[in-house]
């Protein structure tokens, strides 16, 4: 499994983009999954970096989390709203593992409390997902130029530049 520290130095550039996008936005990003009728499904989602683990959880019974639940593999997008992408873009693939461990899980509802005051501490997780990260994009526009990084475990980053 792709720890997240591990894809940090292995991805400086795709992981500071997607860094700068998620904190931009409040965390939020959009989630890529398959639907039961092999259907692609965008939904929102505010993946946290915890225990350094990319931490993709949120409340229960909603229908992205069966996707995963049923296919592990996702893509993890950047939201934006700027038709330039001035301030980059990033894109995460990979799978999820459900994991079942209660005192992550505590560790992870009071960290949450103490970031934001949101308190589900005590209460059980329908899914408590990681991800392990399999590749990874960016997107940066220069002057001129499009410049497009690539990831895949073990490779580094390769920059791909257009004109």
Known sequence: MTTWSQFTEEATRI?????????????????GTLRSDGFPRISPVEPIIFEDQLVIAGM??????????????????T????TNV??????????????????????FAQKLFDDSGFDIRGQEFDHFFVADLTS?????????????TIWKPGEGERVVTKR
């Open 86 to 107: 001035s301030d980059g873009d990033a894109k995460l693939f990979g799978r999820v593992t459900d994991l079942a461990d209660r005192a992550v899980h505590e560790r």
């Open 136 to 148: 990874a994009s960016s997107v940066e526009v220069g002057d001129d130029t499009l410049e497009i």
């Open 60 to 77: 229960p019974n909603t229908t992205k989390f069966k996707d995963l639940a049923r296919d592990p593999r996702f893509c993890l997008h």
């Open 15 to 31: 992981s500071t983009i997607f860094l700068r996008r998620h904190k931009a936005t409040g965390n939020l990003c959009m989630l």
């Open 79 to 82: 939201a934006t709203v700027d």
